[in-house]
């Protein structure tokens, strides 16, 4: 009887015990989403708070690139999500686990779309520089275009993911609201 009663006791407690991971593991994932659309939006918010311009379409595109590559990048991050692997198949159902999954995809991707820009801003710099430093007449040489050649398409595809994020909310709360 004592044995039995052991075990019941037992089970019980690591049933109490996996409980409180789970809701641990939803708490800090849900969190850590949080925080990185509150970052999102604060940046979004910065990035277009803005004076008028007076310039087409693909030229006020142009601008907001190299505004955007001006403006640090938010630090968000998915550690938690990362280091909660091992609980997110007892935590999460799969619908959720995608719409995590792909939340967090779409902020790397706005992180690459950023270094893009960056990369894309440089290399033009360092191209253009070179043949100024070395004293041949400007005007007589090419100059790289490739920012304002690539930046709109780049700046369209950033826009279009950030506002998606933005109208989607965090993946956690979505079907609550």
Not at 119 to 141: C, F, H, I, M
Not at 157 to 175: Q, V, Y
Request: proline share 3%; aromatic share 8%.
């Amino acid at each position: 009887m004592g044995l039995a009663s052991s075990e019941i006791s037992n089970l019980r407690r690591d049933r109490r015990s996996k409980r409180r991971k789970i809701n641990s593991t939803r708490t800090l994932i849900s969190l850590e989403n949080e925080r990185n659309m509150e970052l999102l939006k604060d940046f979004w918010f910065k990035l277009n708070k803005t004076e008028e311009f007076e310039a087409d379409d693909g030229e006020l595109k142009i601008i907001l690139a190299h505004r955007l590559i001006k403006m640090p990048m938010p630090s968000w991050n998915d550690l938690m999500w990362r280091k909660q692997a091992s609980f997110l198949p007892i935590t999460f159902s799969d619908k959720e686990i995608i719409a995590i999954s792909s939340f967090n995809n779409c902020l790397e991707l706005l992180k690459s779309i950023y270094s893009k820009l960056i990369d894309l801003d440089t290399k033009d710099r360092e191209y253009n520089s070179t043949y100024a430093s070395s004293g041949v007449k400007l005007s007589a040489l090419p100059r790289s275009n490739r920012f304002h050649e690539e930046a709109p398409g780049l700046w369209d595809e950033f826009e279009e993911i950030t506002i998606k994020i933005i109208e989607n909310g965090n993946p956690l709360t979505r079907d609550k609201k």
